[in-house]
């Protein structure tokens, strides 16, 4: 009988992390450690240490990150412990135990000045702390793993799970007769389970399985591109709210953090490379309105 495939997914409590746990009972040939900040905080580099010292994995999942854009800009240091720091720790003992590791990185290693779909090639030039300690993230993987490494870069992540912009517009909603949405800012919302999908495709496709493989860069996200003003439109619509929603500029709503204008993510390569399939951003978009409206009744 063949030995399960363990897999440790980081960062368990996230919306990636129980989208992956949502979906762990379709691979009955895996053996899953799903690990929360309590059991692998990775902003504590002792914890860290002590968690892989009596155990290994096949497979890596590193869904674990300081995703608050905004206060990273205040909180530069624990953006760096997270994002960079940890990850390269990661990587060392992902190479001393010869563990595959998937890392998800951010649209936000880009300048988001362009007008075609970004390529894992295309220059990187992130405008905030969140986008640059990810980025060097990115590095410390590349220049550690030389195999058996996949960085997946996505966008606009949104689930039934934790804070996003889907959870938030729904709330808004309910209360308010009209909201004011940023209309200039382009790209694609990635539902979490699309992405858990794709996750677990690649780890089970017998190159990942079997091959020591390069390490590389892959961009997913759901298919289609909207502005934030299109995707709460679409909000509404698929949750029968009625709310009126005015277009503004980027300008008109000041953050800390400065935002990408474009990001739209090239899925070329994950799809030829390993067949994932990338739903339209509508179609995954009524079934998360779906899930979170049967929760509420």
């Not at 800012?185 to 990942?208: C, E, S, W």
């Not at 400065?258 to 067949?275: E, G, M």
């Amino acid at each position: 009988m063949t030995k399960p495939q363990t897999i440790l997914v980081t960062g368990s409590a996230g919306q990636l992390g129980q989208s992956i746990k949502t979906i762990a009972t379709d691979y009955p040939d895996c053996e899953f450690v799903f690990a929360n900040r309590q059991q692998l905080d990775l902003s504590n580099e002792t914890s860290i240490t002590d968690f892989f010292e009596h155990q290994t994995f096949h497979v890596i999942i590193n869904c674990a990150a300081h995703t608050a854009v905004d206060k990273a800009e205040s909180e530069p240091e624990l953006a760096n412990q997270i994002n960079h720091i940890a990850v390269q720790k990661l990587s060392n003992i992902a190479k001393q135990h010869n563990t595959k590791l998937i890392h998800i990185s951010t649209d936000y290693v880009f300048n988001g000045r362009q007008y075609r779909p970004y390529l894992e090639t295309d220059s990187v030039e992130p405008q905030g702390v969140y986008g640059q300690t990810k980025l060097s993230g990115e590095q410390a993987i590349r220049n550690i793993l030389k195999n058996n490494a996949i960085i997946i870069r996505t966008s606009w992540v949104y689930s039934e799970y934790g804070n996003n912009f889907v959870k938030t517009i729904l709330k808004l909603g309910q209360e308010r007769d009209s909201l004011n949405v940023i209309f200039d800012q382009v790209g694609t919302p990635t539902y979490a389970k699309d992405l858990a999908k794709a996750i677990m495709n690649i780890v089970q496709g017998r190159n990942f399985k079997h091959v020591d493989f390069t390490t590389s860069i892959v961009h997913f996200s759901n298919e289609g591109v909207c502005s934030w003003y299109d995707f709460a439109k679409a909000i509404f619509e698929l949750a029968n709210i009625q709310c009126h929603v005015n277009a503004i500029e980027t300008k008109d709503y000041p953050t800390p953090a400065k935002r990408p204008h474009y990001s739209v993510l090239n899925k070329a390569k994950i799809k030829q490379t390993y067949s994932v399939a990338t739903p339209y951003w509508k179609d995954s978009l009524k079934q998360c309105v779906i899930d979170l409206q049967g929760k509420v009744s």
